[in-house]
């Protein structure tokens, strides 16, 4: 089964265009700092250098910005703030299913620059571009259904005025695992809304988003609307801005220690804040379950983004009588998959982003298997260049061992049993995350129990894939919070005010 980012169906390639294959043959990718509609350099002329995992060669340099451009940064978006929260909700509407349309017509470019500089399959990086473009679709659609509500107080003596205004310039920091998508998550409704914003990417990953704000540009985003700052100085960067009063909100995807620490930074400014961040995502199977469904959909949990998803199943709890079955049928799946450069055709398993990321994997492991756990397939890193690591799978997990405690991100797949329903459920939520989780079962009744008892934001249930741009995407717990997607989507970029009016004071004629 092709592994999607989404379930977003992408085709195997799009009409009319064939993948480049090199980053040569992508012709000229934008490296500058944009910055109020122009392409410039930092400003202290610093550079980062992009590597490529497969190969752990430099694709590219590009701008870092320093503190001063972070700031000329949100000087842009809180100047064109006022004129773009006046534009018609259908001009943006109609800017946003231009920019899907762009995105779709060069996704075989923008799905090879994700492949180049995040590591992932060719296959995949075209499911994340059809999943990145459908946020401008969703969102274009939505723009014009930013209503409000009129009502009568329950006395009769005033009416009830609600409206929903755009709640102001917005800084946007982004991981590098959907080097597109987690942008286009927020761009998205951030445009249909009317706010300004400021998109800081991954360092590991800026291509995507420097090229998105080409695109963006050329479908007539207007100078200030949308400024992008790459820097290797995160903290330094963004600090000033996230206390700087004229920024009105942040929204970050990325990690849970991360996240904590921008929610402590914006409290002075009591900022609106939205928070996507870790995950640590249950994969039940239950034994009413189709077990071979239940393969394909962990190969798909677990393998997509070579397990580099916030999605991933981390822990696969299986009922006792089934887990030996499971983990045979998983492991003949695991040792099938073909390691490689994501560029090259048949290869369904990419390199993890660094060495540093592989080198946590591979220490997950070790523990594991000290804990007592046995390896059913893999278990090594790969030699050669490039961060590969091969895919694998642990049997007899025990309680205790760091790998069913912390986030994974990497093509690992560790088993633990259970006796009862009751046990898989404390089990599963026995984490302080709660972004996904999934569980296979043919029973209705244990589908409503489990999906009413699990305390995470996103439940799939005979599925391996949840995210979808209609579908609310957040996390409860250490996961965060806010919705990103779906009508909630827009909530995170709209202030609700609330106008009472006297009808009998109203002047009569
Ligand atoms: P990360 O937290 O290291 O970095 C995320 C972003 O924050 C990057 O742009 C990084 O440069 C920036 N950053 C780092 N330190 C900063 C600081 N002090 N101040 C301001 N910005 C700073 O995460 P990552 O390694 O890029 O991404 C992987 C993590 O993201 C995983 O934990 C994953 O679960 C999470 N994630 C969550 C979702 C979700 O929707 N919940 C989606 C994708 C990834």
Redesign the pocket.
């Known amino acids: 089964m092709p592994h999607s980012d989404t379930d977003t169906t992408a085709p195997a390639s799009y009409p009319g265009t064939t993948a480049p294959d090199s980053f040569e043959a992508l012709g000229s990718v934008p490296t500058g700092l944009y910055i109020a509609g122009q392409w410039r350099d930092s400003s202290d002329t610093t550079t980062i250098a992009v590597e490529n995992p497969a190969t752990g060669r430099t694709l590219t340099d590009i701008a870092s910005a320093t503190p001063a451009d972070g700031t000329a940064a949100l000087d842009a978006a809180v100047v064109a703030a006022d004129d773009w929260a006046q534009t018609s909700p259908r001009y943006r509407g109609e800017l946003l299913r231009r920019a899907f349309d762009l995105l779709t017509e060069r996704a075989e470019h923008f799905a090879t620059l994700i492949t180049l500089e995040m590591g992932k399959p060719l296959s995949q990086s075209r499911g994340e571009v059809a999943y990145g473009a459908e946020f401008f679709r969703w969102y274009s659609e939505e723009s014009v259904r930013i209503d409000g509500r009129w009502a009568t107080s329950p006395d009769g003596m005033s009416r009830l005025m609600t409206m929903r205004q755009p709640v102001g310039p917005t800084l946007m920091?982004?991981?590098?695992?959907?080097p597109l998508a987690?942008g286009t998550?927020k761009i998205g409704p951030a445009i249909a809304a009317g706010c300004t914003m400021v998109v800081?990417?991954?360092?590991?990953t800026p291509l995507t988003m420097l090229a998105l704000a080409d695109l963006l540009a050329e479908v007539g985003v207007p100078a200030g609307v949308l400024n992008v700052i790459p820097?290797r100085m995160?903290?330094a960067?963004?600090?000033p801005l996230?206390t700087d009063p004229r920024l009105r909100k942040l929204t970050?995807?990325?990690?849970?220690?991360?996240?904590k620490?921008?929610i402590r930074?914006s409290a002075d400014q009591v900022l609106r804040v939205s928070m996507?961040?870790?995950?640590n995502a249950p994969f039940l199977v239950f034994d009413d379950a189709d077990l071979e469904a239940a393969v394909d959909g962990a190969v798909l949990a677990k393998m997509r983004n070579m397990g580099?998803?916030?999605?991933a199943a981390n822990r696969f709890l299986v009922h006792r009588s089934v887990a030996d079955d499971f983990a045979n049928l998983l492991s003949r799946r695991m040792s099938a998959e073909r390691l490689g450069a994501g560029i090259d055709d048949g290869v369904t398993v990419g390199p993890l982003?660094d060495d540093k990321q592989r080198g946590k994997v591979a220490e997950l492991v070790t523990d594991a298997v000290q804990w007592g756990a046995d390896i059913a397939t893999g278990g090594e890193r790969v030699d050669g260049p490039g961060y590969f690591y091969e895919p694998t799978v642990l049997t007899n997990v025990q309680p205790g061992s760091a790998v069913l405690r912390e986030?994974i991100?990497g093509p690992v797949a560790p088993i633990s049993t259970f006796t009862d329903d009751d046990d898989a459920i404390a089990r599963a939520n026995d984490t302080e995350y709660g972004?996904a989780a999934y569980a296979f079962t043919s029973s209705t009744a244990r589908t409503i129990r489990v999906a009413e008892s699990l305390q995470f934001g996103m439940i799939g249930i005979n599925q391996g894939v949840i995210s979808n741009a209609a579908a609310p995407?957040?996390?409860m717990k250490h996961?965060?919070f806010g919705r990103?997607g779906g009508p909630e989507g827009i909530a995170e970029y709209v202030e609700t005010k609330y106008v009472g009016i006297n009808p009998i004071a109203a002047p009569t004629a």
């Open positions: 920091i982004t991981p590098w695992n959907f987690m998550r800081k990417p991954a360092s590991q820097t995160s903290g960067v963004m600090a996230i970050f995807t990325g990690s849970t220690p991360v996240g620490d921008l930074q996507e961040l870790g995950g580099e998803a916030c999605t982003i986030e991100f972004l995407f957040g996390g996961s965060g990103e």
